[in-house]
């Protein structure tokens, strides 16, 4: 699943293309996308004066309207100067110059239509938790979210009402960056390890937005080109290999069910 370092990646290339233009008309190609949104999709006409991100959700702010955009596992939102259509396209939006074309192939992302005062109902109603790379997010505000919880780090970090954006793929690199195992609880760690996390994570994800991204699995950017991080990521997807630090091996195991890499001998 795309996670923040893709989907602000998606989000900064948007603004660059297509912010000030116009959405002439919207094709929904398989109602189950947007089933959900209060408003009807082919509502959606008029200029595209903002662009914003929101843990792993774009905000498309369309006059008085706002586009809300989950890619979810397997989601892609293309720009295209001349539309190209494929059997994985749900939504597409048709612009004064160009297109933009919503694929999906297992269909659990979803596009949503809300107004302003509706969006903000519906962010607190999901009560996203902090931005890793906002001003808020201090070591402080880190310890704070860390106090004496019992919950297993890794888990922790990907708990989007506590720190928004964060998934499977930047969680392992943090944790493995701070030589911290995944499956110790929050509480276990010192201060020394919670200060050296904070900064790990933080500048994974600032590297990890340089590259555009991870494409460990369906992602790509807005142009349909695969993110350039997985050549830096230590240990996800590595189960077996040699750990670049101390050689030994990668190892894999499922914690709240999800895939979670690290290296058992230099995380402790």
């Known amino acids: 699943m795309p996670e923040l370092p893709e989907v602000e990646t998606i989000k900064r290339e948007l603004e660059r293309e297509i ?13 189950k996308v947007s089933k959900d949104s209060p408003i009807s999709l082919e509502k959606v006409k008029g200029r595209i004066r903002e662009i914003k991100r929101r843990a792993k959700l774009l905000l498309i702010f369309v ?33 004064n110059r160009g297109f933009l074309v919503f694929n999906d192939p297992r269909r659990f992302g979803f596009i949503k239509v809300f107004t302003e005062k509706q969006l903000k109902d519906y962010l607190q109603k999901v009560d996203y938790g902090i931005e890793p790379l906002s001003k808020k997010f ?31 793929v930047y969680s392992v690199e ?5 030589r911290i195992l995944p499956t110790r609880t929050a509480k276990s760690l010192n ?34 080109k695969k993110g350039k991080m997985v050549p830096f990521l230590k240990v996800y997807g590595r ?21 979670t890499y690290f290296c058992p001998s230099c995380q402790k």
């Open 191 to 224: 201060e020394k390890e919670i200060t050296t996390l904070y900064k790990a994570l933080r500048k994974i994800l600032i590297k990890a937005i340089k590259y555009k991204g991870a494409s460990v699995d369906t992602y790509l950017d807005l142009y349909g």
């Open 138 to 168: 201090t070591l402080d505000a880190f310890k704070k979210i860390i106090d004496n919880r019992e919950t297993k780090i890794k888990q922790l970090l990907m708990d989007q009402s506590k720190i928004a954006g964060i998934g499977n």
């Open 19 to 31: 912010k000030g233009r116009t959405i002439i008309k919207v094709k929904n190609l398989d109602a």
């Open 239 to 259: 189960e077996g290999k040699p750990c670049f630090r101390c050689k030994g091996k990668i190892k894999r195991i499922m914690l709240g069910g999800r895939g």
């Open 63 to 95: 006059d008085s309207l706002v586009l809300v955009i989950h890619l979810k596992l397997t989601g892609q939102l293309l720009y295209q100067k001349k539309l190209q259509k494929d059997k994985s396209t749900r939504i597409v939006f048709y612009l």
């Open 174 to 178: 943090s944790l493995f960056e701070s």
